[in-house]
């Protein structure tokens, strides 16, 4: 074999050549451009901020505070955090040492999983989940786990199954709940049975929250409430979904002091600091949103009715989310790929959507379609894919 050489050697890390394009994107792309397309597939809400979370921006536009800020973000948002986790979860952290401003949530599970991995540690992820899952943990040195859910046990993570998995070589347990892509969410049982496993095997749970508070008739309590759990869980979590927010790129993480300041460190020298007027404007969402986000979930609960017994009837037998905006329809029924579906639907129809393979290997046989997206949209695009189906 020959042996690699700077002469031969490619341009790009093994570790770059070893994730793939999101296929979220990918379907995203593919619609830029398509007159009367209909897009069910990036997720991200249609509403646009709140007047008054953008006038706290505006306002410190005017006010010239447009400077870096603290690494670790401003103590003001640092203090609004720890009281909102005080005062949603019961949650106590020291703004100045447990929690840490990151240019949104996708940025904290980078520092996260850079901060407490080693080459070669090995991370249990959910199968399906979120696309950045496997791929952060690869670019950190780290080996995604997959554990596979199913939609006959409502695509709850089984304690169980991820003791099976864990190795001496298990570093963390990564949770994602109300999970993206299925909307399912976890019932405290099972919760604390995982608690239990990961605290047997001593375990760091990364626990990704950023759907926490977009839940319909049940309630998911942040995982390091858990008795014994806030000791070894970093909570994941930002402004993006609950406020309208996407594209302030906010998030934070909160967690023991030792892995905040590894964190914290890694983020001085990538990302410096957070944008200053974004966290302005975070500080009036936490402080005041709570009426927008209530409002918002009554919608969203209204569209999610919608769609999941448009599917239902069209034949496409669709889970019942509970959590996040995105039914998780099975087309298994239609004899075509996860990839397939989507591709054809697409081209003939004009409708957009994410095939479950894009989540794990779980996810042949789903489509991940978003309902934060008007009714109107919605109701177009069932009736598209039920044109699309009738001449299947």
Request: glycine share 8%; proline share 7%; with cysteine.
């Amino acid at each position: 074999m020959p042996v690699e050489t700077s002469l031969n050697r490619s341009m790009t890390s093994k570790a770059v050549k070893a994730i793939k394009p999101s296929g979220i994107r990918k379907f995203f792309d593919l619609l830029a451009g398509m007159d009367g397309a209909i897009s069910l597939g990036v997720g991200e809400p249609d509403y646009i901020t709140p007047w008054h979370i953008r006038e706290a921006a505006i306002y410190a536009l005017e006010h010239g505070r447009t400077m870096y800020t603290s690494n670790a973000g401003t103590p003001e948002l640092r203090q609004e955090i720890a009281r909102y986790l005080s005062r949603v979860h019961g949650l106590e952290y020291n703004p100045l040492g447990e929690i840490v401003v990151t240019v949104g949530v996708s940025e904290a599970l980078d520092l996260a999983a850079r901060a407490i991995l080693d080459p070669g540690d090995e991370v249990i992820i959910p199968d399906p989940s979120y696309v950045s899952y496997p791929s952060c943990i690869t670019l950190a040195g780290g080996i995604p786990v997959p554990v596979p859910t199913w939609e006959a046990e409502s695509f709850e993570l089984n304690p169980k199954d991820v003791a099976k998995a864990i190795t001496p070589r298990t570093r963390a347990i990564l949770l994602g709940y109300p999970a993206n892509p299925t909307g399912a969410v976890m019932p405290y049982d099972k919760l604390a049975e995982l608690a239990i496993v990961a605290e047997r095997h001593n375990l760091i749970v990364l626990s990704d929250e950023i759907y926490n508070r977009l839940t319909y008739g049940v309630t998911v309590p942040s995982f390091a409430s858990l008795p014994g759990m806030k000791e070894r869980t970093v909570v994941l979590n930002g402004v993006s979904k609950a406020y309208s927010m996407t594209g302030w790129r906010i998030g934070y993480a909160a967690g023991p002091k030792e892995i905040i300041a590894g964190m914290t460190k890694i983020h001085q020298y990538t990302m410096l600091c957070a944008s200053s007027m974004g966290q302005a404007a975070a500080i009036e969402a936490l402080k005041n949103g709570e009426p927008d986000i209530q409002a918002m979930v009554e919608d969203y609960n209204h569209r999610r009715q919608v769609m999941v017994s448009g599917f239902n009837s069209l034949g496409l037998s669709c889970f019942d989310p509970r959590g996040a905006f995105y039914a998780f329809p099975s087309i298994k029924s239609t004899g075509l790929s996860s990839d397939e579906f989507a591709e054809r639907l697409l081209k003939d129809e004009k409708v957009a959507v994410v095939p479950g393979t894009a989540f794990g290997q779980q996810g042949e046989g789903y489509l991940r379609c978003c309902y934060a997206t008007s009714l109107p949209q919605i109701e177009e695009s069932l009736e598209r894919i039920k044109r699309f189906l009738s001449r299947l």
